[in-house]
């Protein structure tokens, strides 16, 4: 098992950036691929980005590739997203979830792959 615990989020104004991290402890944290999900008031809670166990591959919701940025510190035991031009839509609570690494298993992007998640944090983009 383990207990992610995340921080950084807060207000920001449209074009602005924030970096979320994501603490984990726990069972060893290079066990898990790391994502990042955000859920906006009455809306599901949407995959934004992952990050392979060695941090060899990634990917990225259409709607944030290029402004967003997800790495790793495996040393740390620490997931980061780096969020850059933010917009208005981009308001929501942020979660970092893991995705504990099975035979067979690969990176996910679905909510439902994921094991672990956090308490999530808000991010308000004011325009």
């Known amino acids: 098992q383990v207990q992610l615990v995340e921080s950084g989020g807060g207000l920001v104004q449209a074009g602005g950036s924030l970096r979320l991290s994501c603490a984990a402890s726990?069972?060893?944290?290079?066990?898990?691929?790391m994502g990042w999900f955000r859920q906006a008031p009455g809306k599901e809670r949407d995959f934004v980005a992952a990050i392979s166990w060695r941090g060899l591959s990634t990917y990225y919701a259409d709607s944030v590739k290029g402004r967003f940025t997800i790495s790793r510190d495996n040393a740390k035991n620490t997931v980061y997203l780096q969020m850059g031009s933010l917009k208005p839509e981009d308001t929501a609570v942020y979660f970092c979830?893991?995705?504990?690494?099975?035979?067979?298993?690969?990176?996910?992007?679905?909510?439902?792959?994921?094991?672990?998640w956090g308490q999530g944090p808000q991010v308000t983009v004011s325009s």
């Open positions: 979830a893991a995705q504990l690494r099975r035979l067979g298993s690969t990176l996910s992007t679905a909510r439902t792959a994921y094991d672990f």
């Open positions: 726990g069972r060893a944290f290079s066990s898990y691929h």
